[in-house]
């Protein structure tokens, strides 16, 4: 019994440190259909460390902690981090009260 017991201790101890590393930085919402990590999203998505966001027709707006807000025009992709944007294609707007990069 108290090796069974020991047993659901560390796998409940593993489960805690992996969800530890999927924490969301930010959401991300579409006047029309955008795409996050290869995945077509039509209304909004949670935001990762290293997401890429791409819009279509429509432009997207990405929220991340701190006041941190994003406009990424129409046909523009970028990659999201925590403290800065990758813009590899089209163009994007910035607006945060704390320190954030964009770099295209």
Do not use: W
């Not at 201790?9 to 999927?22: D, K, N």
């Not at 969301?24 to 998505?45: E, F, H, K, L, P």
């Amino acid at each position: 019994m108290i090796d069974k017991l020991k047993v659901l201790v560390v796998v409940l101890c593993m489960l805690s440190y992996a969800e530890a590393g999927t924490v969301s930085i930010g959401t991300a919402s579409a006047r029309g259909d955008m795409r996050v990590d290869n995945n077509t999203v039509t209304d909004s998505a949670t935001l990762f460390e290293g997401s890429v966001v791409e819009t279509g027709q429509a432009s997207a707006d990405l929220h991340l902690g701190a006041g941190t807000e994003i406009t990424m025009a129409s046909s523009s992709r970028g990659t999201l981090y925590r403290d800065h944007l990758v813009l590899q294609q089209g163009a994007s707007e910035l607006s945060a009260s704390s320190p954030f990069k964009l770099e295209a």
